[in-house]
Nanobody, 122 residues
Framework: QVQLEETGGGLVQAGESLVLTCAGSGRIFHDIAVAWFRQRPGKEREFVAV????????EYAASVKGRFRIFRHNGESKVSLVMNSLRPEDTARYYC???????????????WGQGTQVTVSP
C-alpha cells in the first residue's frame, strides 16, 4: 500500500505553466509505476502520463504530448508533472496514481491521491 498526496494545482492563464507534485509514502517508492490522470467536469477520469519504476520509460496522452513532462525523483519519493502551454481544456482535477505495473487505465492502479485542481482561464 502506498499513500499519495498531490500538490501544486491552481489558477493560471492560457499559455502559462504549472508543476504538480505527487509525494508518496508507505511503500518503497522506487519499486512502483506512477501515473497522472485527470477528470474534467462531466467527464470520466482520463490518462495523462505515466512513468516506470526506474524513470526510464514514459508515456503521454496525445492531448498533452509535447506540452507535459513527467519526472520521478526516487530519492525524495516524488513524481512531478510539468505542464507547459496550458489550455482552458486542461482544466480538471489531477490525480496521482501508483501500482506495481505501468498502465493507461484507471483500473490499472490501486492507489490514488485525493487530487489537486488545475484551472486554466482563456
Amino acid at each position: 500500500q502506498v499513500q499519495l498526496e498531490e500538490t501544486g494545482g491552481g489558477l493560471v492563464q492560457a499559455g502559462e505553466s504549472l508543476v504538480l507534485t505527487c509525494a508518496g509514502s508507505g511503500r518503497i517508492f522506487h519499486d512502483i509505476a506512477v501515473a497522472w490522470f485527470r477528470q474534467r467536469p462531466g467527464k470520466e477520469r482520463e490518462f495523462v502520463a505515466v512513468v516506470s519504476w526506474s524513470g526510464g520509460a514514459t508515456e503521454y496522452a496525445a492531448s498533452v504530448k509535447g506540452r507535459f513532462r513527467i519526472f520521478r525523483h526516487n530519492g525524495e519519493s516524488k513524481v512531478s508533472l510539468v505542464m507547459n502551454s496550458l489550455r482552458p481544456e486542461d482544466t480538471a482535477r489531477y490525480y496521482c496514481a501508483a501500482d506495481s505495473f505501468s498502465g493507461y487505465e484507471v483500473a490499472d492502479f490501486a492507489n490514488w491521491g485525493q487530487g489537486t485542481q488545475v484551472t486554466v482561464s482563456p
